[in-house]
DNA sequence: CACACCGAAACATCCGAGGTCTTCTGCAGG
DNA sequence: CCTGCAGAAGACCTCGGATGTTTCGGTGTG
């Protein structure tokens, strides 16, 4: 195994065994390497690499932490894989988030404070009669954030951060736009905040339910003309 | 921004765009350093952490690939992220979990194939009468891997891997060996497995809800227990 | 007390030199 | 013609040092 490698798994036992805290800052380059065996250069790979998952920080003219390894931090890295999935696991993501949204948003009508229910209801207004593409993305990103925020647990509201990326959301839409669904999808958001809003979570998670299924098989639909439309692609 | 970290937006965006397809070979070091206008050491810290992530492929001799990108292989890093959480935070993964597992298991009794589930029933007896904690680990894993295998959906079975990962499972093993829930396991792995034999969805999701519900109890108590041993720790 | 300057500390980047591993090639033998 | 074994080439691995950049903290002045 290359020292790289080692040099990893020997921060993470560093970590992991509490020998490093989070938040607490390493030994710099040079002392950190010759305590591990290897050059800085190798060193620097495997903080690099670190870095990416966000596990550490690197601070130019300061030095290198530990992050908080919170929840939402460490499974924020996930985003960045998802980003790499191609338009054909589209759909199983979507059936993960199928299982997700509607218990999510079940939880967050037990959970939620008066206070995030108002912020929530506001962000339905938000949206002019003709929004751009981006800031429907943006909008619907931000409802269901709010939402999973308010399940209480912060593992399963960044997991379906990740899920819902993007990538992922920005390709859903620009199917949705193409088929004038705006306007069923805004009513569904409304009925999901009037849900949660009157600590339903029955009716949330039906309603959550719903929508997801919607924005599946509406996909299903996109994806299969796009199929029709290229068929001997690929 | 550093230009380790452009040079990963960069090769990201090659693979993304399709320039790079899975299973391709980069440019050897020196010549894509070069591309992309830094030095090969900087470039390799790139690399290395696209590494991590399983996005690239490096075999000493040879040269840098793209891996295949399929969902199990990028969520298989995930499992990395999650050993770095704390028992404070296990509880929230398990909820997670306990969303997902009923949800694979209702789709595993509607898809999986005769063989199988003989297969999964083969699991249940392998068992001995008095197993080590690593036995009882493994074979947990294993018939639970099965079944969210069996549910067809790559992305939920690597999802659902990542969080019963080892560590976690330790964790809670150790938990529960200590009040003797051995035996009360086993017969709701059977029961899951009857379930799914019979082609039962709802039963099935039923009894795979009682079993995570039920190691999410003990768990729970277990961490309560020893919050009491040590109540004034950290 | 507030602010600007300066030097030390630490990371960022680059370069070039060996070392090691894998693969391919060419040749001899069956 | 097929097989098997050096040998060479290609590619990554590791190292050490030199130089640039950024940040932090102390210092001195108004």
Redesign the interface.
């Known amino acids: 195994m290359?020292v790289?490698d080692v040099a990893?798994d020997k921060i993470?036992d560093m970590?992991?065994s509490g020998e490093l805290a989070p938040g607490d800052r390493l030994p710099k380059e040079a002392e950190l390497a010759q305590r591990l065996g290897l050059s800085r250069?190798s060193l620097?790979?495997?903080v690099?690499?670190?870095?990416?998952?966000r596990?550490l920080d690197v601070r130019?003219g300061d030095g290198t932490y530990v992050t908080s390894?919170e929840?939402n931090l460490?499974?924020d890295?996930?985003t960045?894989?998802?980003?790499?999935?191609?338009d054909d696991?589209v759909l199983?993501?979507l059936?993960?988030r199928r299982?997700?949204e509607p218990?999510a948003t079940a939880m967050a009508a037990l959970h939620m404070s008066d206070e995030d229910i108002a912020e929530l209801g506001a962000m339905l207004g938000e949206l002019e009669d003709a929004p751009t593409v981006e800031a429907l993305v943006a909008n619907d990103l931000q409802f269901h954030r709010k939402i999973a925020d308010g399940s209480g647990?912060?593992?399963?509201c960044s997991?379906l951060d990740s899920l819902s990326g993007p990538t992922t959301r920005a390709r859903v839409w620009r199917g949705l736009t193409q088929e004038g669904a705006v306007a069923k999808t805004r009513e569904q958001h409304t009925a999901i905040y009037e849900a949660i809003a009157a600590h339903e979570p029955e009716l949330a998670r039906s309603w959550a339910t719903v929508h997801v299924a919607g924005v599946e098989q509406w996909l299903r639909n996109a994806l299969g003309s796009a199929d029709e439309d290229a068929p001997a692609a690929s």
């Open positions: 290359p790289t990893i993470k970590i992991i250069s620097r790979e495997a690099k690499a670190l870095c990416l998952i596990v130019q390894l929840p460490l499974l890295a996930m960045f894989v998802v980003d790499f999935h191609r696991t199983d993501f059936a993960v299982i997700l218990a647990n912060p593992v399963l997991l």
